[in-house]
């Protein structure tokens, strides 16, 4: 039977009930913070990447959602296990294969050049898969405004980073896709009449223009147009790469272009650093990451996209490594019109078949918000576009140069940049928490105080634990980005500059 109110029982029940903060075993505090361990299968939903959170800021949901919205709304959506793959090995196969055979690295230096930048190639991957998973931002505008914007009071400093990354993005994007136009151009030119008023590299890179216009009308990289054209490009190369063996086999094989395009850097070991260069791999692997309806992450799909990065270098190795046996320098016979034509053809539409991809990712310009609003019209892809054409008819005295710079930012975007962020975040910046959470309100004080779980004993002992296993793990990291950083990068810009200053 219950005890009545102001009972001897009821007053023992209560101050019982309320002293349970005093409890005699280590002080236990009811109200204190309580940090929920989820099962395994729910971790990965606790994001929208999956990743670890063990950020400081408390916007992480804010932050989840915009990084949802970016990616269902960016030029790199939701892809398929098989697009990630195409778009992570075509970028191996363009302008720096072709020029394998007469770049003048062959045989054991060639094969030597070929196995350290395709390693080069994998270990930058993943840097930037690491350093995606680790800020959990699988973007390349936030990795770097979490390196070096990081925090409150600094929207200043993210606004000029952000338009800075978008600058530099969009303009090694550009002109790439110019060199490729260019190039295509100068393949088939040989084989175009000159008996118009108007020189024939204006028409052929008019009608070349007007060609891929459609496939660059797309939005995504999603779009059937884009992935066709790409997996074509693919294909073309299987083409001329048979052409290519063909003609080693007869010896009588020759240079697949016009050089005149292509600067004094387009010879050697950094046409095979150029074979590798790539720029796509934090928002494929964004892409990989998410599902359209609803945003949800799959744990395994992280595995699956260092496999699928492996094995797209180990295919492109597997094609690009025999050509270091072809020398194009010296045929012992002419091969014939047909032959000729024939290969540059598949070599044209390799490069050219890439071109939208590339531009359909190409950061839109800043075109002013009045006149976005006035009209419908897609003006930043026609400006971009137009630009493009614009750039691909300059004279070659311009465009030697400009080739140069090209190899130059994709040296720098794929080798530097990465072991640069890696060292900044891992070096300068204190590292992210991994177990502590932020603080929390305590709703059960006379007075609302914040009770901050960072201050835990046994968290932060299990923190320390944490970050010496991880500070073990990322100093054998630091060797090798350190070694990329400055005897690879360093070395190979001091190289290159002072090959154009005519140095040596």
Request: hydrophobic fraction near 45%; include cysteine.
């Amino acid at each position: 039977m219950p005890s009545p109110p102001g009972s001897p029982r009821s007053s023992t029940s209560t101050d019982s009930f309320a002293s349970g903060r005093q409890s005699p075993l280590g002080g236990f505090d009811s109200s204190a913070a309580l940090i929920l361990v989820s099962d395994a299968e729910d971790t990965p939903a606790n994001t929208s990447f999956g990743f670890s959170s063990d950020d400081d800021d408390a916007d992480d949901l804010d932050q989840s959602d915009l990084q949802l919205d970016r990616l269902r709304g960016s030029a790199v959506p939701p892809l398929s296990s098989v697009s990630v793959f195409l778009y992570l090995l075509a970028p191996y196969l363009k302008l720096g294969a072709l020029l394998v055979p007469e770049a003048g690295v062959l045989g054991k230096t060639g094969v030597l050049a070929v196995v350290v930048f395709a390693v080069l190639s994998a270990f930058t991957r993943q840097i930037w898969y690491m350093l995606a998973r680790y800020v959990r931002r699988a973007d390349l505008e936030e990795i770097v405004l979490e390196t070096f914007a990081r925090g409150r009071g600094k929207e200043r400093r993210r606004s000029v980073l952000r338009q800075l990354v978008r600058f530099f993005v969009g303009a090694l994007r550009v002109s790439t896709a110019v060199l490729y136009l260019r190039f295509s151009v100068d393949c088939l030119l040989p084989f175009v009449p000159d008996a118009l008023a108007v020189p024939s590299r204006i028409i052929t890179t008019l009608v070349f223009a007007a060609f891929i216009a459609p496939l660059y009308s797309s939005r995504s990289l999603e779009s059937r147009g884009v992935v066709y054209a790409s997996w074509f490009s693919i294909v073309a190369y299987a083409a001329w790469f048979s052409c290519t063996a063909y003609m080693h086999a007869k010896d009588m094989l020759v240079p697949v272009g016009d050089s005149a395009t292509l600067g004094k850097l387009w010879q050697g070991i950094p046409v095979v650093a150029f074979t590798f260069s790539t720029w796509w791999t934090v928002p494929l692997y964004a892409s990989l990451k998410g599902t359209s309806q609803p945003m949800t992450p799959k744990p395994r799909r992280a595995q699956s996209f260092r496999l699928l990065a492996a094995l797209s270098i180990a295919i492109a190795v597997a094609v690009v490594l025999p050509l270091v046996f072809f020398d194009a320098s010296t045929p012992s016979q002419i091969p014939s019109v047909s032959i000729k034509s024939t290969s540059a053809a598949f070599s044209a539409a390799a490069l050219l078949l890439s071109i939208p991809s590339i531009l359909v990712t190409t950061p839109a310009l800043p075109i002013p918000i009045s006149i976005r609003r006035s009209t419908n019209f897609p003006l930043s892809k026609v400006l971009i576009y137009v630009i493009t054409i614009c750039l691909a008819i300059l004279p070659a005295s311009i465009t030697r140069f400009g080739s140069d710079l090209i190899l130059i930012l994709a040296f720098l975007s794929t080798f530097v940049v990465p072991a640069f962020i890696h060292i900044t975040i891992h070096n300068f910046r204190r590292p992210l928490s991994i177990v502590i959470p932020p603080a929390t309100p305590n709703p059960n004080a006379p007075r609302p105080e914040p009770s901050d779980s960072r201050h835990d004993e046994l968290l932060q002992r299990k923190e320390r634990t944490l970050q010496r296993r991880r500070l073990g793990r990322r100093l054998i990291w630091d060797v090798g980005v350190w070694v990329l950083l400055v005897p690879v990068g360093g070395g190979g810009v001091a190289w290159a500059v002072g090959r154009m200053a005519d140095r040596w």
